[in-house]
DNA sequence: CTCTCAAATTGATGTATGTCAATGAAAGAG
DNA sequence: CTCTTTCATTGACATACATCAATTTGAGAG
């Protein structure tokens, strides 16, 4: 498995994006056939957005310019180790980008990653 | 949620398609918030997704016109059972449409689905 | 009808995952 | 330094899921 390491800015979390490479050059489904290693790689992707938590997160960050962590418990109704975990998951996948800013979180999407992934849909 | 059901010619399984309209007018993630409703259903789609072999096969069934069940056992070194499970999810996600004719069931793609869901993802 | 074959279903098992309370770590404010 | 705040991590728990052996269902063939 190929490993692209990220550094975001934060301290105390290191973010991993996992297939930066993978992604964009992956041929679209209907083309050629996946290798083992290349379903692997983009099950992980689409398993981050199999969750309705998640998606419901990605769709309000990718709404606004960026967002702050702690503006996302009340609205989703979870708690803040959710969050957190909700947030890694999305970050790991290469779908949102994290930059701390002193005791904040800041959160924004990666529309280029989303456009390789639709990509992998439909040609 | 909204499901809409859809024969597949099967006698045994009647394979039911959920989300058929939601996911043609889900607005792209980044234009409106997503609420609960369309969260979980899309969370399904991509669920059907997130799974190597399920990707595979996506694959394997997109890239033919059309593939016979009992073709993608070895190729996927699944067995029989396993296969089964796979298609059902795949069909019950609208991402492939099974046909019986005689003892043999035979998939193809849904290339209009694949797109509409793509589109969710990048505007 | 019986026999055969392909697919669906059932049941069991191990693993992965979403959730939160409790705790720890990091960055300011005073 | 201490206190406060925000986020990350750990541990525990319940649920969901992938897998296959065994069985059942369904559709021809003879």
Redesign the interface.
Known sequence: MIVNTKMVGMAQHKTITVNADVVACCSP??????S?AE??D???I??A????????M???I??ESEVCSCALEEPLSKSQPTISHHTRILAEAGLIIGERRGRWMWWR?A?DR??D???I??A
Chains 1, 2 share one sequence.
């Open positions: 489904l209907a083309h050629v056939e996946m083992e379903a692997s983009i099950a992980q689409f398993s957005l199999s969750d309705p938590v998640r998606l419901r990605l769709s309000m990718a709404s999407a529309p989303m456009r992934i639709a990509r849909l439909s």
